[in-house]
């Protein structure tokens, strides 16, 4: 059975049969907003909500070495920042992105992750000490206005899901009105072991600058 991750919580890549969770997908599905709108209220207004599924790769020092965000973010924008340009596979190929998507399920919940980061904890450059993931809403709407949006862990594919490992929801609380950007958690080595820690600390980031920004300074000790 699936862990229902709560803000905090620490768990061990083990599964039930003993073994080590090391190939698996960090996954994020989320909902569009549908209104009623036309004459009289009738029919339904659909709002596409653009989040980013994100990730930061931080050493021992707590300096920032990769990162896995959309290359769609312009570089004259990143710059400010002294940001890199966006890519979706880490140097060392053991995480990569499946594609930013731009308006979430058009038609209630499909059941399938919009956005997948997929990670191979062997091929992890050994320098690489804290994986931070976390999300961004590109648009007006903040996480409480969502009308689903769920991050889980699981076995598998970007298109077959063969276990889930543990997951967890993040919208349509009121605790998230004002919030555009989540800290999910990171992966992070413990006497030679990947372990999981569940953050979950939402933000009024105004964009994913500014949480990487927060996670260098606050999280990457």
Not at 9 to 22: A, C, P, Y
Not at 71 to 78: A, E, I, M
Not at 98 to 121: F, P
Request: glycine share 10%; net charge negative; hydrophobic share 35%.
């Amino acid at each position: 059975m699936a862990i229902r991750l709560e803000k905090g919580q620490r768990i061990n890549l083990e599964k039930s049969n003993g073994s080590k969770l090391t190939d698996f997908c960090v996954g994020c599905n989320w909902g569009a907003i549908v209104t009623s709108g036309g004459f009289l209220g009738l029919g339904k207004k659909v709002v596409d909500v653009d989040l980013d599924l994100s990730c930061v790769m931080i050493n021992m020092d707590g300096k920032l070495v990769d990162h896995i965000y959309s290359p769609l973010y312009k570089q004259s924008f990143l710059s400010r920042y002294g940001m890199p340009p966006g890519k979706v596979d880490s140097l060392d190929r053991a995480l990569h992105h499946s594609g930013d998507d731009l308006k979430g399920d058009q038609d209630g919940d499909d059941g399938l992750d919009n956005e997948i980061i997929t990670v191979d904890l062997n091929r992890v450059d050994p320098g690489v000490e804290q994986i931070f993931f976390f999300l961004n809403n590109c648009g007006k709407e903040d996480f409480s206005m969502i009308p689903y949006a769920s991050i889980r862990m699981y076995e598998g594919t970007p298109t077959r899901v063969k276990e889930v490992f543990a997951s967890y929801d993040v919208a349509a609380e009121p605790r998230y009105a004002g919030m555009t950007a989540l800290i999910m958690g990171k992966l992070y080595r413990r006497n030679g072991e990947w372990k999981f820690s569940a953050i979950g600390d939402a933000f009024p980031d105004a964009n994913l600058c500014e949480t990487i920004k927060r996670i260098v300074t606050d999280y990457a000790k």
